[in-house]
């Protein structure tokens, strides 16, 4: 790899662009769940709460001048703050240039830089107050469709494919580590639309069936299942979907048929989980939680919804690897954390996100496709 001026010129402008969204993302995490507006409101000392001026909020840079200590009272400014900034930076500028040296145009690259960000942000927000709030997510999967549609001209079967086998797979996991280790899990109508979509299918191919069965969504909202009712459809359609996998996939060899089944699922968990979000807040449909308390199921909402981000990105097949990848990396940290802190790791736990988002960097960087 050559450096040529215009590749210099390249990497300090990913650099330095990168610096101001690691300074924001700061900003975001702090002032999460607080009365504090992160546009309305200036920076300012955490201290002294006077507001900084422009030279004091320089990333990277202004943690120097000012050697880590506010300019008015003297006070240490929190060093996570040049951290976030300087990792935020380093992320996506390491991986521009690895990737340049595999020869992608910059212009190609640039369509990953906003789900590198998002990844960055997600980690920040797991390592500081372990939840993934659902509206980044949620907006990121949303916005990731589009892109795939648009700018890759990816068919929408295959994008929603990709989706609801992230989807299922990994609410098949919490549902079964809940079950294991007999803790309570969160389950809703969601399930009984997947059996019925599974039962009807044996039937029919039609994929209009599914805008038919999220029309009951709403409907379903209003009838209170027990648990123990929620688990039995739970299970009874995880089996019907292993199911219609292995009829579609094995038995008929029909693999566009299998494509329609599963985009079928991501259709139903992309209209329940995602566009039927802001309503379930406005209207109390029911409550989803942004991510699963420490101490409980090893698998959090917030976890899942971050591996199917990657999966509608990637693909399933690299989203896995990228799965294997932080599970292994997850393990390995968790041993010699557990050593080093004589056992106390297990009982705080391990934030996944971090080694998801960390893992998919590596994906990017050594087997995705451009």
Request: net charge neutral; proline share 4%.
């Amino acid at each position: 790899m050559l450096f040529t001026p215009q590749l210099i010129i390249s990497t300090i402008a990913v650099f330095t662009v990168s610096t101001c969204f690691g300074s924001f993302f700061k900003l975001v995490v702090d002032r999460y769940d607080t009365n504090e507006s992160i546009i309305n409101k200036k920076s300012h000392c955490n201290n002294c709460l006077k507001e900084l001026i422009w030279w004091q909020n320089i990333p990277i840079l202004s943690y120097l001048f000012l050697k880590g200590k506010c300019h008015y009272c003297k006070s240490k400014i929190d060093i996570s703050c040049f951290f976030t900034e300087l990792f935020t930076a380093l992320i996506p500028t390491v991986i521009f240039l690895m990737l340049s040296y595999k020869g992608i145009e910059p212009h190609k690259q640039l369509m990953l830089f906003p789900l590198i960000l998002i990844l960055i942000l997600l980690s920040i927000f797991d390592l500081r107050h372990r939840i993934i709030p659902h509206p980044i997510t949620y907006s990121a999967i949303a916005l990731g469709i589009l892109y795939c549609f648009i700018f890759r001209e990816e068919n929408l079967y295959k994008i929603f494919a990709n989706l609801g086998i992230a989807f299922a797979f990994m609410d098949f996991l919490y549902f079964i580590s809940g079950i294991i280790k007999k803790y309570k899990v969160d389950l809703d109508n969601v399930h009984l639309l997947l059996l019925l979509w599974s039962v009807f299918y044996f039937f029919t191919n039609e994929i209009i069936i599914v805008l038919f069965l999220i029309s009951l969504y709403s409907l379903l909202g209003k009838f209170d299942l027990s648990e123990n009712t929620l688990k039995k459809i739970a299970s009874l359609s995880f089996l019907i979907l292993v199911i219609q996998i292995l009829r579609l996939s094995v038995f008929t060899f029909e693999v566009q048929d299998l494509i329609v089944y599963l985009s079928g699922i991501g259709i139903i968990y992309f209209f329940c989980e995602i566009v039927y979000y802001p309503l379930h807040l406005i209207c109390f449909v029911r409550h989803t939680p942004e991510a699963t308390p420490p101490g409980e199921i090893a698998i959090g909402g917030g976890d899942i919804t971050v591996f199917a981000l990657i999966c509608v990105i990637l693909g399933y097949n690299l989203g896995f690897l990228t799965l294997f990848l932080a599970s292994l990396l997850a393990i390995i940290s968790h041993l010699i954390i557990k050593a080093v802190q004589n056992s106390r790791a297990s009982e705080k736990g391990i934030p996944f996100v971090p080694f998801l988002a960390v893992s998919c960097f590596i994906i990017i960087i050594g087997f995705y496709v451009f």
